[in-house]
């Protein structure tokens, strides 16, 4: 399949095991500071649900939950039980609405002592493939007096069900009990786009994932940076199939990209919200 369809596709605790403590004695993680709460499991099972796309899933068996999942089990010295709510392609109002309405996604995070979540933005592939000009799509279908006007609304709605996702899950999971864990995402397709396109798509791109991290940080829930560590800060066009981040769909990651963002998630560590 091309990687402008690739494309088009994949954007489409409990109290009884897991305890506080501001002084910790037993497992604190990674990254502690002092005088804040860390997460502690005395006993296992440890409670885990990612919820994601693709990215987290696809297309190594030692994907990004695998490997994030040996790193509790190491930190922590117990067993992880994995409970998945991972769906590809999926759009970010879809995963609002699972929130919501899946009572089996509701029980899992009421149960979990970790909590991780990439957001899915399966509604953002039309948009930035057309304003690429990917194919044979016309810039100009973008609308906009800049063919820019799609990538404007995609944004600005995206927004929108950012704010409502993270009021949604904070009423499900308190982060100051349940360790959440966000992480933003690199620019896909750009092994396929003139550096011209990038221009275009990549300013908004970067307004989405960094959307992400503003509103998280109201609730004190980290963001692990993929997107800068994958694309730098500079805004410089990127092959990140070149890099050999991404496999050759574009799209997911390669196993060594998918240890760079465990290691990212990783590298916040284990403190709770205060």
């Given at each position: ?6 494309l ?20 604190t ?10 997460l ?128 949604e ?49 109201q ?28 496999v ?22 284990y403190?709770?919200?205060?």
């Open positions: 399949m091309a990687a402008a369809a690739l088009l596709a994949a954007c489409g605790g409990s109290t009884d095991e897991a305890t506080t403590a501001t002084t910790p004695t037993t497992i993680g990674n990254g502690a500071v002092a005088g804040t709460s860390v502690q499991i005395e006993e296992g099972p440890l409670v885990y649900v990612p919820m994601g796309n693709s990215l987290t899933f696809d297309p190594f068996s030692d994907n990004f939950i695998a490997r994030y999942t040996a790193m509790l089990e190491e930190d922590f010295g117990v067993d992880v039980t994995v409970r998945a709510h991972t769906v590809g392609g999926q759009r970010t109002d879809d995963f609002l609405a699972q929130l919501r309405t899946n009572d089996s996604l509701r029980d899992d995070l009421g149960d979990a002592d970790v909590v991780t979540l990439l957001i899915p933005n399966g509604e953002w592939g039309a948009p930035f493939l057309t304003a690429a000009g990917a194919g044979d799509r016309d810039p100009s279908e973008c609308g906009g007096d800049d063919n820019q006007q799609c990538l404007r609304d995609v944004i600005d709605s995206y927004k929108q069900y950012v704010d409502q996702i993270f009021d899950l904070t009423a499900i999971v308190d982060p100051a009990v349940t360790l959440i864990r966000v992480q933003d995402f690199y620019q896909f397709g750009t092994n396929e786009m003139t550096p011209e396109a990038f221009d275009i798509t990549y300013p908004y791109w970067r307004e989405g994932q960094e959307y992400v991290e503003q509103v998280a940080g609730y004190g829930i980290p963001v692990a940076q993929v997107f800068d560590d994958f694309m730098g800060t500079d805004g410089l066009y990127i092959d990140l199939v070149a890099d050999g981040l991404v050759g769909d574009g799209i997911h990651p390669t196993a060594d990209g998918a240890e760079r963002m465990a290691m990212l998630m990783h590298d916040l560590g403190n709770l919200a205060s």
